[in-house]
């Protein structure tokens, strides 16, 4: 049975737990038909391990905010996080290759409506906090910390609790990518 990696379940739970409210239409992570013909981090591999989410761009907030938390995600991954391999957003991409500096990217979907994130095998089982810019310095965590499990469940979602092993969502950005 196909599963997100670990690093995919924390990041979504880390932009759940921000974002309660957001909308959860374009969110996906494992390929349709479509992905499974070519390559594709959405694809399984053949542990059945799924390397890449995608995330709505609507998070009930300013629109703005979106770009917020892609630029917290691509300076974590700058700073060493080296869980998270490449990010697609708004018509560009950020990956190791310069320095994840953003640049244009070229695929079919411009990913207007949501955010990609490709993660490395070294992801498979690590879902360690993310250290996203500004986490600590409102003292979230500590605050929070005791909380998590209350927040989950008044949140209702069953695709939170179960971590999303439960429910296949697909995929819609189309994105196929090869990174030498
Ligand atoms: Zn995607």
């Not at 310069?98 to 695929?107: A, S, V």
């Not at 089982?125 to 979230?140: A, H, I």
């Not at 965590?141 to 005791?146: H, L, P, R, S």
Request: contains cysteine.
């Amino acid at each position: 049975m196909p599963k997100l990696c670990k690093a995919g379940q924390q990041l979504r739970e880390q932009i759940d737990d921000d974002y309660p409210e957001r909308d959860r239409t374009s969110d996906g992570w494992i390929g349709d038909t479509r992905h499974s013909a070519r390559k594709s981090d959405h694809n399984p591999d053949k542990n059945g391990i799924v390397r890449a989410l995608d995330i709505d761009a609507d998070l009930k907030a300013h629109k703005e905010e979106a770009h917020s938390v892609v630029e917290k995600i691509r300076k974590c991954a700058k700073k060493g996080d080296k869980r998270i391999k490449y990010i697609i957003f708004d018509g560009r991409i950020a990956s190791p290759i310069l320095n994840w500096k953003w640049r244009k990217y070229k695929g079919i979907n411009p990913h207007r409506h949501h955010f990609h994130i490709s993660f490395t095998t070294l992801g498979d089982n690590d879902g360690k906090w993310f250290d996203l810019e500004g986490d600590k310095q409102n003292g979230r965590i500590e605050k929070d910390g005791g909380n998590v499990g209350e927040n989950i469940s008044r949140d209702g979602s069953s695709d939170i609790s179960s971590g999303g092993l439960g429910s296949r969502r697909y995929c819609k950005c189309g994105s196929s990518i090869s990174l030498a």
